[in-house]
């Protein structure tokens, strides 16, 4: 077994481990509409928020000194290769490469320079980030249609308003109230999981897997929450992202267009994983978001991750 697959299999302990896990503040928190969860929870997360307000002035003066180390170092290691070796040398050209050094509390990192295909692929990603859902439009009426016959594939297809979607996990009877800050996008997303993956989209929406809460998540409204979710994380909303995932991101959308769709799927498969794992009911269900995000974010520091597919929880997916 090689010290890589033995690392991978450990690491999956990572899910639903308590103490291990740190919970930061993500993009969620500032949903004017929140869709899930209600003002009785909201006692419990004041307190956490005030807990984490303590830690997060701790964390400033550690940050801050790493940040001045940082840069010394870079600006030594910059000096060193200019100077002493010199820039035609070997070793003066890998150390004048440029690093991507902390920059504060919130682990922010220089932008990198894009390659041309980077950024072609980034904006092609904001381009769909920025489509509102439009239950008027025919294009994305037929994509509900069609999430519903990937979903269900031996039953008739219900009109745009009717109970029947709440089966899917839709809060009412006409899906595009749901939608809100997901965009047409987590739409997208749903539709892709469904394709490339059937099986592990099916065992997630019938609830297959693990003994399931009395109250359980909503699928279709948990897609969109995820789809949110990855959208603050990789800092996609900023003219170029600077968080360590958004970063590392951006690699594996060279290596793939599609990296934000796979990405989506592993993720959803996460989150499962540890709603299982914690034995989480509905109103607990954005602490598990929480929980997903911090282990995605760990998995995508792994040095050894050049594509989707080489992150240790891409291996639920079926």
Partial sequence: MSSRTLR?????????????AHYESSG???????????????????TNELDDTWDDERKKAQFHWTFLFSNL???WAQWFANIVLGSGSLIGRILSLPSTALNGPNNRMHPLSLSSLQEERLRNLRHRLEVPFDGSKTEHQDALKQLWKLAYPDRELPSLKSELWKDMGWQGSDPSTDFRGGGFVSLENLIFFALKYPESFQRLLHKKDGVRAEWEYPFAVAGI?????????LDLQAGSPSSSSGIRFLKLLEEDEMAFDMLYC????????QWLAKRATYMEFNDVLKST????????????IFSVKDLPAYNMLR
């Fill in 28 to 46: 969620l928190d500032n949903l004017s509409e929140p869709l899930l969860g209600d003002d009785e929870s909201y006692g419990s997360r004041r």
């Fill in 293 to 304: 995000r911090t282990q995605l974010e760990r998995e995508l520091a792994l040095d050894d």
């Fill in 8 to 20: 991978r299999r450990l690491h999956h302990g990572d899910v639903g481990d308590r103490s291990r």
């Fill in 225 to 233: 929450n995820i789809s949110f979710m990855l959208v603050q994380m």
């Fill in 73 to 75: 170092i870079a600006q």
């Fill in 266 to 273: 592993v993720a959803f498969q996460m989150m499962d994983a």
